[in-house]
């Protein structure tokens, strides 16, 4: 399967924890997203990257939360001292970024975390 | 914040009728998508729609775009159990290609 990879599928940590989550974009992608989604809610931007560049980060993104492209092909997200509040699927995309102006984004099978 | 609003938020069929849902959205945008999600899974695309297209098909989907309303809709036809799932709308606009979603809309089609 070529399709955008997310891991772990699953995570459970204690308040405080750092938790670190790992996404494989589809592999000639060169736009990589994050999103996070809550119960009920639709997906919510939190970052992209354009290759290794990160263009934009959203208010949603404190300053507990760091994500990384190195090489810009897969990319890290990393929460440190994590609360309760951030238990949520973690759901990573990627786009060809093609210059026609299409932007189908390709979504992996997220990462659920969840802050006992 | 979300920008898309779904309509209805819940709806129930049954297989073999078509579902129609609607988005509306509040500001201009380049591209308008549509996703459905099955239970505590990822996102799967459906169809994109350009904000100079007005309709698109695909399979059994129809996708109609109304940029003076700021709306959309999506038509699924013969719907097959299957198809019960969560859909999302989703806008970007021209020069930022971050994706805002609407609240999703809930597809029950019974067999």
């Known amino acids: 399967d070529t399709g955008v990879s997310q891991d772990p599928r699953h995570k459970i940590t204690k308040r405080g924890q750092n938790v670190t989550f790992r996404c494989d974009p589809i592999s000639e992608h060169n736009r990589l997203y994050w999103y996070r989604q809550t119960l009920g809610q639709g997906p919510e931007f939190l970052t992209y990257?354009?290759?290794?560049?990160?263009?934009?980060k959203s208010r949603l993104l404190s300053d507990r939360f760091s994500a990384e492209r190195p090489k810009g092909s897969f990319s890290t997200l990393e929460i440190q001292r994590t609360e309760q509040g951030d238990s949520a699927m973690y759901l990573c995309a990627s786009s060809p970024g093609s210059a026609g102006g299409y932007n189908e984004q390709f979504f992996g099978p997220g990462t659920r975390l969840t802050v006992l | 914040s979300q920008q898309g609003e779904e309509d209805p938020q819940a709806l129930s069929i049954q297989e073999g009728e078509n579902a129609t849902m609607n988005c509306s959205y509040k500001t201009s945008i380049n591209n308008l998508q549509w996703y459905r999600q099955n239970s505590g899974r990822g996102l799967v695309h459906l169809i994109l729609i350009r904000s100079n297209e007005r309709e698109k098909h695909s399979g059994r989907l129809r996708v109609t775009l109304d940029t003076s309303k700021k709306s959309s809709s999506l038509l699924i036809t013969a719907s097959r159990a299957a198809d019960t799932a969560s859909y999302f709308c989703a806008t970007d606009a021209k020069g930022n290609s971050k994706l805002t979603f609407g609240k999703g809309i809930t597809l029950s089609v019974r067999p």
């Open positions: 990257f354009q290759n290794e560049a990160q263009l934009e």
